[in-house]
């Protein structure tokens, strides 16, 4: 029992991947509802597959610019919610490159293979299920991803811009001001059934609580 809550890691590109065991369970739950609801085999490994890679991928992006600035960087963690890695402490410009790396990293993969996609159109199957899975995951996820809400990579990349023009403090309360806008409006547009529903209220509701914690300790 002990060996299936355990982490799964292994090396690559000099950094250690630590699989969390929340990743593993919430993946073991989504294939088992899939084949309940008799999804074709084909869409569901496709679907897991692109999420895992997807989600390495993004982390890579964030890992190594901040080894090319330098920094000493930590393990790449993969867990339930997505994914993080840890750096040391730099500058906000850097800092801005960092955060914008791994969405647009995703974005690049995900531009690539609709311009492949259009040229040669993926056979029907597995193929297309691949195709259609690495363009939302990589696409929709990135520009989500985006949106000026901490702790999204967004929220992250306008907290290091404003730090730029203005204080610490003050760039972390901005954040958590439009965080918290944001959030609520991601509440409601979920409400409304728009942009996967439940999805969009979980994330808008989580955001909300996070930046109302940061906006305190801040204020």
């Not at 950094?15 to 990743?23: A, D, E, S």
């Not at 929709?140 to 990349?157: C, E, K, Q």
């Not at 806008?181 to 059934?193: Q, R």
């Amino acid at each position: 029992m002990g060996a299936l809550v355990q982490s799964w890691s292994f090396e690559l590109f000099g950094f250690r991947v630590n699989v969390q065991p929340t990743f593993l369970l919430l993946l073991g739950v989504y294939l088992l509802f899939q084949l309940q609801v008799q999804e074709p085999l084909s869409a569901i490994v496709s679907w897991a597959l692109v999420v895992f890679f997807s989600i390495l991928l993004h982390e890579l992006g964030h890992a190594l610019v901040a080894r090319r600035f330098g920094l000493r960087v930590g393990d790449i963690v993969i867990h339930g919610l997505g994914g993080h890695v840890t750096h040391a402490r730099t500058t906000p410009k850097r800092q801005l490159a960092i955060s914008l790396a791994g969405p647009l990293a995703g974005l690049t993969v995900g531009l690539v293979t609709l311009g492949v996609a259009l040229v040669i159109p993926p056979a029907p199957g597995f193929a297309a299920s691949l195709v259609g899975d690495i363009l939302f995951v990589n696409i929709v996820w990135s520009v989500i991803n985006l949106l000026p809400m901490y702790p999204l990579d967004g929220g992250n990349a306008l907290r290091s811009a404003l730090s730029l023009v203005t204080s610490e403090r003050s760039a972390w309360r901005i954040t958590a001001m439009c965080g918290i806008t944001c959030g609520i409006a991601a509440v409601i547009l979920g409400y409304t059934g728009a942009f996967g529903g439940t999805f969009m209220m979980f994330l808008g509701g989580y955001v909300t609580w996070q930046n109302v914690q940061v906006y305190q300790q801040f204020a």
